[in-house]
C-alpha cells in the first residue's frame, strides 16, 4: 500500500483556535483512514494471494509436507481460443533443432522447440538430443523419452514427425534439405516469424543449431507460456523402464519414513564456473584453472569478494551445519544427486559425519544399467525422478543450474512440494564469523536467515528467476479467483480441443478426397 504523503500542519493548542485545529487534524485523520482503507480493499481484489509468504518458524514436521498452495493447483490447459495445428497442406514447413548442453538444458530447449513450431505454424520434427557437447550419451531422444507419449499429448498444439519426409519432385524422390541456422540467444518471437519464417517458406525446412536458451523465457502471452508447461511437465515423460526404476529408488527410500534429496553442487566445472578456488590446495587450483581457461570466457574473479556476496557454490560442510541448525538430525535419511565430488572424501567427511544415512542411485539400486550409466543420461535421468519424487528437495547452488532450476519449477507444479533454497548471499557473512572463529548465535543466524526463504509455496518470479524454475501464475488457476485471468478451465477442455481436431482433420481428409478425384495424376507430395 502506498503512503499517502502530507505536509506536517502546525498549530496551536489552546482557546477556540485550538479546538478548531484539533477538528482538523481528526478531520484529516478520518479521511486518510478511509482513503487507505478504500487503497487496501482495492489492492486486495487486484493482486494475488501467494499462500502464507515467510515462516515465523522453522517446523520439521510441516517441512516434511507439501507448502501452503495458497488455494492455487496446477493447469497448464488453454483457456482461450487454442486453434487445433496446421493440417499437412498448410502447414508452413519442418522445423528441426539440436538440443545441445545436458539432459536439462535439452529439457528447456524441447519445450521452447515446440513453442516456436506452434508460433511459425510450422511441423516439428523429433528434436535431436546432442550427444557430443556434455554427456558423450549416444542414447537420444528415443533412448531417453517417451516418443509415442510426446507426440501424442501435444497432438493439440504441434504436429510432430519422427523425420523430414521425401518429397516427389519431377517423376523422383527427394529429400528436403533444412537450410542451417544459428539463432541468436534469448530471441525473441518476432526473430522466428520473420527471420526464420522466411527461410523456412523459402527452404520448405529449417535447422537450428545449436539450440540451447534460442528463445526468449519472459513472453506476455499466457498461452504460450503454458504450452511449455504442457510439454514440460506432461508430454517429458521419461521411458517406462526409467520410470520404473525410479520408483523403485523412492519406494525403497521410503519404506523407512521420510527422505530428503539434495543436489550436491559441488563439482569441478560449477566451482570452476564460480571461480571459487582458493579453499582448494595448489594442485587443485591447478585442474581448477585449466578448465576454466579451457571452458570460460576470461575474467578475473576474486574469491573473498565472490564468497561475500554469496557467489559460491556451497561445501558439503556448509550444507550439513545449515539442515542441523534447522533442527535435522543425523537420522535424516538423504539421496545425494550429484556428479563426481571435487577434492573427495576430505570434503564430504564433515557432511557424511553429521548425516550418516547418505544414499544415492546406484547405492539403493544395484542394477548393471545404471552402474554402466552412472554419469550418463540415463544416471541423471533417474536422479531428477527421485529429487521430483522426495519430500524434500534441497539445491545447494540454484544459480546457473538447469538440472536444479527445472527441478524447482516441477515441484511447484506437482503440487508446491517442499524445497530448502539457502540464500548464499543471506548466509555468507554468517559462514565467515564462523570461519573467523565468531561462533555464538551461529545456529541461530542461519535459522533466521533460512525463515526468509521461499519453502516451494507460489511466489512472484523476480529476476533472475527463470520461467522453468517458477511458472506461477501462469501455469497454475483457481476455482474462486480474485482475477478472471487466473480462472481454471473448463472440466472438459480436452474434450473441447479434441473435437476441435477430429473437425479440422475431417476437412483436410474431404480435401484430399476431392483432390484425388479430380486429377488422380497428382501425388500427395505435389500436392
Known sequence: MRRLGHHRQHAKLGGAGGLKGMVGRLSIAVAVLMICTISLMLSSTGTRNTGSGYRSEIK?????????????????????????????????????????????????????????????????????????SFWHDESGFYGIYDVEHFINTL?????????????????????????????????????????ALEKMKQHGAIYLTPFSHRLAEEIDNAEYQRLRCRVNYHALRFKPHIMKLSQSI????????????????????????????????PAEKMILKKYRKDNFAPKVLNYDERRAIGKCPLTPEEVGLILRAMGFDNSTRIYLAAGE???????????????????????????????????????????????????????????????????????????????????????????????????????????????????????????????????????FCQTSPQNPADKCPPDDVLQILSSRLESEESEETDDLKSLTTSNLTVSGAER
Open 155 to 195: 497432438r493439440f498444439d504441434v504436429r510432430i514427425v519422427e523425420r523430414i519426409p521425401e518429397i516427389r519432385k519431377n517423376g523422383k524422390m527427394k529429400k528436403i534439405k533444412a537450410f542451417q541456422i544459428r539463432p541468436p540467444r534469448d530471441a525473441p518471437i518476432s526473430w522466428y516469424t520473420t527471420d
Open 341 to 475: 565430488l571435487f577434492g573427495g572424501d576430505r570434503f564430504m567427511k564433515p557432511f557424511r559425519t553429521r548425516f550418516p544415512q547418505l544414499e544415492n542411485h546406484s547405492s539403493v539400486e544395484h542394477t548393471d544399467e545404471l552402474a554402466e550409466n552412472t554419469r550418463g543420461l540415463l544416471g541423471s535421468a533417474v536422479d531428477y525422478m527421485v529429487c521430483l519424487l522426495s519430500d524434500i528437495f534441497m539445491p545447494t547452488y540454484d544459480g546457473p543450474s538447469n538440472f536444479a532450476n527445472n527441478l524447482l519449477g516441477h515441484r511447484l507444479y506437482y503440487g508446491f512440494r517442499t524445497t530448502i533454497r539457502p540464500d548464499r548471499k543471506a548466509l555468507a557473512p554468517i559462514f565467515i564469523d564462523r570461519e573467523n572463529g565468531r561462533t555464538a548465535g551461529f545456529d541461530e543466524a542461519v535459522r533466521q536467515a533460512m525463515l526468509k526463504t521461499n519453502f516451494g509455496g507460489p511466489h512472484k518470479r523476480v529476476s533472475p528467476e527463470s520461467f522453468y524454475t517458477n511458472s506461477w501464475p501462469e501455469c
Open 250 to 281: 523412492v519406494d525403497k527410500l521410503r519404506s523407512q519414513g521420510h527422505f530428503m534429496s539434495i543436489h550436491l553442487r559441488f563439482e569441478m566445472d560449477m566451482l570452476a564456473f564460480a571461480g571459487c578456488l582458493d579453499i582448494f590446495n
Open 60 to 132: 520439521l514436521d510441516e517441512l516434511w509436507r507439501s507448502a501452503d498452495s495458497g488455494g492455487w493447483k496446477p493447469s497448464s490447459a488453454p483457456r482461450s481460443d487454442w486453434p487445433p495445428p496446421p493440417a499437412p497442406s498448410e502447414s508452413n514447413g519442418y522445423l528441426r533443432v539440436r538440443c545441445n548442453g545436458g539432459l536439462n538444458q535439452q529439457r528447456s530447449a524441447i519445450c521452447n522447440a515446440v513453442l516456436a513450431a506452434r508460433i511459425m505454424n510450422a511441423t516439428l520434427v523429433l528434436p535431436e538430443l546432442d550427444a557430443n
